[in-house]
């Protein structure tokens, strides 16, 4: 090959080089598209059935077998947009001590590091320290939906709503039943300035959310 | 082996068995790099990704059979991304879930080509010129067959969330027309343009194929 081959050929590379780069998704994702929220609920629950609801004050932070209480900005950002939406909805917030029909726990999940999220495994032990716990006499045991949710890679953490029915609790063996639950994982989701809107669209996608 | 492949080995063989007919034999070798545009077609659009990618490139090696005809190996590359707006899913479990979904697929077929060009040695003069004297016509049209092996990646990401990625092999088959445009001192490089249509099928996923058309603009060079 002459010099001015070569030449033909360097450029020719360099040029298709540049134009097969690949576009790595991840790469084009803004904190909030990172993020997923999953809802689920329970299907026999009727939830205009019930009036009355309070929250945690702190939010559970469960770290494997660990679970802590906490409530800094962030945590009440989201405890504050908690409340806000429920109300949204028709329900009244009430204190505890005012026997709510519906309770509200926040919880964060981190050092998740496999693709399987064991429902049973946290929430009980959440339940079991926080707040509703103690006064209502329920054992540990699994949740309504039973075993464990395949979901996939954790890389920062979750930030879980469960409602629990505490109106139903005497007719159900004093066994609190979680009967909505939203979960949001992905990029940023600890940030107070999104707590709001993260909030919003576990509710957004819950319409039948409403008292 | 399928039947479209047997279809695009049997055309393949026909299109060498014309051009092979009453040439000399020469043993030109000859690169082509190209640039490829692809815009997805099919199910590939109206199932996974329906955004054209400017993302792409191409690599043929061809030997000459005869002035018209050469045969080779290709190998191109095709990147396909697309985002979608945030919508909410019911899952299998009955979960709602909301998410930005992401499709990202990367094609590279690697095939055996060939390559026809009728007019090629049609120049004024040319036959009665050596090699190095020789002056093509200035234009000269072609079409060209492939077929072979795909390398797929997929991937449906949820968020950051992989959902579902696979890497398999498929077969694949290339259709082109094109032009050259012979330049150099004795003519003996050329710029390529063509357009061409890559059958891909693929059954995975609910997709059934990643077929695309190609628009591909290159560099041919002359090796020896």
Known sequence: MNRSLYRYVAASLVLVALAACRKNPLNNLSNEESRIYITNREATANFASYRTFSVADTVLVVDGNNVQSQANATDRAFIDALKKYMQERGYQLVPKASNPELGLQISRIVRTSTGIVDWGGWWNNGWGAGFWGPGWGWGPGPGWWGGGVSLYQVREGMLSMDMVDIKNAPANGNQLRIIWNGLIRGEGIFNANTADSQTKQLFDQSPYLRR | ?224
């Open chain 2, 1 to 224: 082996m399928t039947t479209q492949a047997k279809y695009w080995i049997g055309c393949l063989a026909l299109l060498m068995s014309l051009g092979a007919a009453g040439q000399p034999l020469k043993k030109d070798v000859n690169l082509t790099l190209w640039y490829s545009y692809a815009m997805p077609s099919g199910g590939f659009k109206s199932d996974f990704i329906d955004r054209s990618s400017p993302r792409g490139i191409a690599l043929d090696l061809m030997w000459h059979i005869n002035t018209q005809l050469s045969m080779g190996a290709s190998v191109a590359y095709q990147d396909f991304y697309q985002k979608y707006p945030r919508a909410t899913y019911r899952t299998s479990d009955g979960a709602d879930l909301s998410a930005v979904i992401s499709h990202s697929v990367q094609t590279t077929p690697i095939l055996f080509k060939v390559r026809y060009s009728p007019l090629e040695g049609k120049g004024p003069g040319y036959e009665n010129m050596e090699k190095g004297q020789r002056r093509s016509l200035i234009v000269l049209p072609y079409g060209s067959l492939a077929a072979g092996g795909n390398l797929v990646q997929f991937e449906q990401l949820l968020g950051v969330f992989s959902n579902q990625s696979d890497i398999n092999f498929a077969f694949a088959a290339h259709a082109a027309l094109g032009a050259k445009v012979p330049f150099g001192l004795y003519r003996q490089h050329a710029v390529m343009l063509e357009a061409g249509y890559h059958l891909m099928p693929y059954n995975k996923f609910g997709v059934s194929q990643l077929n695309q058309l190609n628009i591909r603009t290159g560099i041919l060079l002359e090796l020896r």
